[in-house]
């Protein structure tokens, strides 16, 4: 065996140049589709992360170990490589990136501590990573391609009205309840997602993580006050979908930075379901139209007669969330209907 002047066989110092690359690229190959494929900034600042740690790491002397002319796997390939889907190609090298994580975990004990330390950490909060990258994203593909978002309200007949707006084509349902018993609240929900599930259309829950979990929803929508988006994805997780209701600039920022898959943008008017809410008008709207990478809703006092002002304001592709404009139309079918005319026309 030959030793190098720093005590290490010039084979490990190779052996660990050539996976502190293999572990780099996978993840950068993971971090690219997480930023052009899935938008998904927190996973992509995450990903980074686990790069920046290994790069620290890369010292020179085992650069300079490098010799790939005398490699004799190099270039070597499987013919499974040249058949692999999006998903296929983000988890082999996620696989890459850990197993590469994983010798150098091994081979790191005895020459560099450091690097098996790091090593170690990259690899279990890479498997986290994966979990997320490799989620669901059908529910996601659903929400992007609506533009009507109906929130409930406490009115006589609910089941009934939402079943309307459900036949009229209404795709995106939020249960906002005011029920303060926990069980009629539970029981009235999952009526609701039984509607929506027969008739094709995503179900969320106001407010409540738990309620979410229990009737097996589609994904919560949380407040400013509500618990952070980081612990209800921890409780959620990957493939529910997290709402966030918004008022500033400041606020839309910091939702898609928590990774929530949508935003709510408003409440551009004054509106009896947000007492004492004070209206940011259409300006923010056009604010969000510029900054946002996720889907956004305006909301507050929407209606038919304000649409044409709201795709003025927030584009030909602009996606409303409508209460009373619905739940309290004598017609909520055709109330329904016309939103959706409307929004399809401008």
């Known amino acids: 065996m030959t030793i190098s002047s720093e005590g290490v066989d010039p084979a490990v110092l190779r052996l660990l140049d050539a996976n502190l690359d293999r572990a780099r690229e996978g993840l950068r190959v993971a971090e690219d589709w997480a930023r052009f494929g899935l938008d998904r900034r927190d996973l992509v600042e995450g990903l980074k992360d686990l790069r920046q740690q290994l790069g620290r790491c890369h010292l020179p002397r085992y650069r300079q170990a490098r ?3 005398t490699d004799s796997a190099a270039g070597l390939a499987h013919p499974a490589q040249q058949q692999r889907s999006d998903a296929t190609v983000v988890a082999a090298n996620c696989a890459r990136a850990q197993e590469a994580l994983r010798v150098l975990e091994e081979f790191g ?10 090593a170690e950490h990259c690899r279990y909060r890479l498997y986290d990573l994966e979990t997320r990258l490799l989620a669901d994203q059908s529910r996601r593909q659903r929400l992007a391609a609506e533009r009507l978002y109906l929130i409930t309200s406490p009115v006589p007949q609910l089941l009934a009205v939402v079943g309307q707006a459900l036949q ?7 249960h906002r309840s005011k029920l303060t018993d926990d069980l009629p609240r539970y029981q009235e929900a999952v009526a609701l997602r039984d509607l929506c599930a027969a008739h094709g259309a ?3 829950v106001n407010d409540r993580v738990d309620l979410a979990l229990a009737v097996e929803a589609d994904g919560v929508h949380l407040g400013q006050g509500d618990l952070p988006p980081a612990q209800a994805r921890r409780l959620l997780g990957s493939d529910r979908l997290i709402g966030r209701s918004t008022h500033a600039p400041a606020q839309l920022q910091q939702a898609m ?3 929530c898959d949508y935003a709510g943008v408003g409440p551009l008017q004054a509106t009896p379901t947000k007492p004492g809410r004070e209206p940011v008008g259409l300006d923010y709207l056009r604010q969000a139209e510029q900054i946002a990478t996720i889907p956004h809703y305006a909301i507050g006092g929407v209606d038919a007669q304000l649409l044409p002002a709201l795709l003025e304001a927030g584009g030909p592709h602009c996606r409303v969330a409508v209460v009373r404009a619905v739940m309290e139309a004598a017609d909520p079918a055709a ?5 959706l005319e409307l929004l399809a026309d401008g």
Do not use: M, N
């Open 168 to 174: 009229a084509g209404v795709k995106l349902v939020q």
């Open 335 to 339: 109330a329904a209907r016309q939103l």
């Open 257 to 259: 930075a928590d990774g």
């Open 202 to 204: 995503l179900f969320i």
């Open 109 to 118: 004990r005895s020459c560099d501590p450091e690097l098996a330390r790091v």
């Open 67 to 69: 010799h790939t002319a």
